[in-house]
């Protein structure tokens, strides 16, 4: 499945750039991630995921398959399993960042697969969780470029807390009155 995104960031282009290459940095704003090992080519790590009643942990793997500075584009295969289970989940990301006005916008397209517990969410309610966690990692990303000295020797306490059952449900709840009424944003 397909899942497009977009989320704008206030500051320049090249800071925004520079921000989302130091990874660990970047895992500070991503609800439920843990980086184990990075380097220029590969991010190992973990991730929590919770949805509803379903918790899951994954390890995995990105690859950086390409990365082109001029053009501000970074295309990444992320692979993943199940710490305690049989799920799988794998995803090309192609993300690429803009000028606009004072700030940037990144645009994010995710071709993700998954098999497993998790499989058994529809795209609504996908795409519903993901762009939430979208904005989510806008904000927090904004207010890391912002900080001072939010390098290396950054306090590491500023991750959003993963999302609530309560806001799961109410997402569901959207997305099942999306798809029974036939939303035109749900079309595409």
């Known amino acids: 499945m397909i899942i497009d995104n977009e989320f704008s960031i206030p500051a320049p282009i090249d800071q925004v750039w520079k921000y989302m290459n130091d ?3 970047v895992a500070r704003c ?38 082109n500075e001029g053009a ?7 692979t ?12 090309t990301v192609t993300s690429t960042m803009v000028s606009a006005g004072g700030g940037t916008t990144v645009k994010l397209s995710q071709d993700i697969q998954m098999t497993g517990a998790i499989a058994q969410y529809g ?8 762009g939430a966690l979208m904005k ?4 927090c990303a904004a207010a890391e ?3 001072p000295g939010g390098g290396a020797g950054a306090a590491r306490g500023g991750a959003p807390k993963s999302m609530s059952g309560f806001s799961l449900m109410l997402l569901s709840i959207k ?3 999306k798809n029974l009424f036939g939303s035109k944003s749900s079309k595409k």
């Open 23 to 25: 990874y660990h940095r």
């Open 80 to 91: 993943g399993s199940e710490e305690k289970g049989k799920g799988q989940a794998s995803a």
């Open 175 to 177: 997305a099942f009155f």
């Open 123 to 130: 795209r609504g309610m996908m795409a519903d969780v993901i």
């Open 30 to 67: 991503m609800p439920g991630a843990e980086i184990q090992s990075a380097n220029d080519k590969q991010v190992k790590g973990r991730v929590k995921v919770s949805m509803g009643p379903l918790k899951l942990a994954f390890g995995g793997v990105i690859d950086i398959m390409e990365k």
């Open 136 to 139: 989510q990692f806008a904000a």
């Open 72 to 78: 501000h584009r970074v295309v990444m295969k992320a």
């Open 145 to 147: 470029i912002k900080r």
